[in-house]
């Protein structure tokens, strides 16, 4: 017998919700490497605004910047929910509203960084500006001059500290994607010497200072910025790979292999959902012929107790036609099915001469049934063809030991064998 073909129009359907599946978890992947990309930037920015903390103008930026975060990350957790676990909020809907939003927030963003910025300069410049004023200004007082020089110097070491925490930040995340830091390490100890040197007014101290960031740490930085971007563009690409074969081990009923963080594994991974895909679909046909025989079987009043893979070419079932008498129904990987009459047991034995009389009977019984099973099968819409049809005979009675089949939908139509279209559609990205 050759087995049915699942339907073009089923596979289409089947493409079609795959195809939405994937796009929606791109889309909420490239949603989460923007968001992250903003949470570096907030990090750098409140940095910066640390100088100009008092101006109320800073304050309602980080106030604004602070609401951004907490809503983008309330949206991203609203789309994972909606999903993974089918909430009544619509994914499409929730990405499309966020992906508005983004565009929106980064122009807040681009906003606050220069508003900041502008005010860091101007409070720096001021307290700059008032230092030297008093080095040059002659007065009668002993210990002006003492402490003017002593706020220029705290602004300095505001800085140096300031670009110190940069620079831990900057050494973290260099590490992240392979940046050698042995410059970032060679700028602690520049800003550990100009902070450190005797004799240095406050004023020399933050111009050497913002040399150093303007010359070495700026650089740095985007040198870091540029090898976070190709990293993240890998493991968008890795995620959306992966994403797809995990999925079609857990339906598959495989464990998955690991691969490398490289360009390679794209390839890799593509290659290995092929091949899984290959024998899916080999499997859903004969899930699907499966399942047409057991209906058809059931309603002629076979009773299902079981079924048996092995090693993914063949599949066994086993259905009560009486007391110890059961049919035993084998599929192929090519579609062809064989039935036959046996006695079950619960080990591997010959049958009793007893029995072999019993099983021959029960052979010419099954011959007028299997003309009913036939006409059955067809019915339902699947072509079945008859290649042979064995002569009663005692030579083919036999035990079958059922011990190693799975009877957990004994009696009942088991929802563990549903069709490949059917668990994928449970299963598939979750």
């Given amino acids: 017998m050759s087995g049915p073909k699942v339907s073009a129009a089923e596979l289409k359907r089947i493409k079609k919700n795959e195809e939405e599946k994937r796009r929606l978890l791109q889309a909420l992947i490239r949603l989460k490497e923007q968001h992250k990309r903003m949470l570096t930037e907030i990090s750098n920015i409140t940095l910066s605004a640390t100088v100009a903390m008092d101006d109320a103008a800073v304050r309602l930026e ?35 509203s966020l992906t508005v939003r983004q565009k929106e927030n980064e122009k807040v963003l681009l906003n606050s960084k220069e508003i900041i910025d502008e005010k860091r300069k101007a409070a720096l410049e ?99 910025e540029r090898k976070e971007k190709e990293a993240d563009e ?36 593509r290659y290995e959902c092929g091949k899984i895909l290959e024998s899916m679909d080999e499997s859903s046909e004969i899930r699907q012929l499966m399942r047409t025989v057991r209906e058809s079987l059931m309603e002629l009043g076979y009773v299902y107790l079981g079924e048996k893979e092995e090693d993914k070419k063949f599949f066994r079932e086993i259905y009560r036609v009486h007391d110890s008498v059961i049919l035993h129904v084998i599929y192929d990987s090519e579609g062809k099915v064989t039935m036959e009459v046996a006695v079950e047991d619960e080990k591997e034995r010959a049958p009793h001469p007893r029995e072999v009389d019993g099983i021959v009977k029960e052979q010419e019984k099954f011959c007028d049934a299997y003309e009913r099973i036939f006409d059955k099968i067809n019915e339902k819409g699947v072509a079945l063809t008859k290649e042979m049809m064995c002569p009663v005979s005692a030579d083919f009675a036999q035990v079958i030991n059922t011990s190693g089949f799975d009877k957990s939908g004994c009696g009942k139509e088991n929802p563990d064998y549903e069709m490949y279209a059917d668990r994928k559609k449970k299963y598939l990205y979750l």
């Fill in 126 to 224: 001021k307290k700059m500006s008032a230092f030297a004023a008093g080095r040059n200004k002659t007065t009668n007082v002993g210990d002006s001059s003492e402490t003017k020089d002593n706020q220029s110097m705290e602004t300095a070491l505001n800085e140096a500290k300031r670009l110190t925490l940069l620079l831990e930040s900057l050494i973290k995340r260099a590490e992240c994607v392979d940046v050698e830091p042995a410059l970032a390490a060679e700028v602690f100890d520049e800003i550990k010497r100009i902070t450190e040197e005797p004799g240095r007014d406050g004023f020399s101290v933050y111009n050497d200072i913002h040399r150093l960031d303007l010359f070495k740490i700026r650089p740095f930085e985007k040198e870091v």
């Fill in 234 to 269: 890998l493991d968008e690409k890795l995620s959306e790979e992966l994403a797809v074969y995990h999925s079609l081990c857990h339906a598959a009923g495989i464990t998955p292999k690991k691969f490398a963080f490289a360009e390679s594994s794209v390839f890799e991974i």
């Fill in 62 to 96: 980080m106030e604004s910047l602070g609401k951004v975060r907490k809503e983008t990350e309330e949206s991203l957790k609203r789309i994972e929910s909606a999903l993974q676990w089918g909430t009544k909020e619509k994914p499409a809907e929730l990405i499309e």
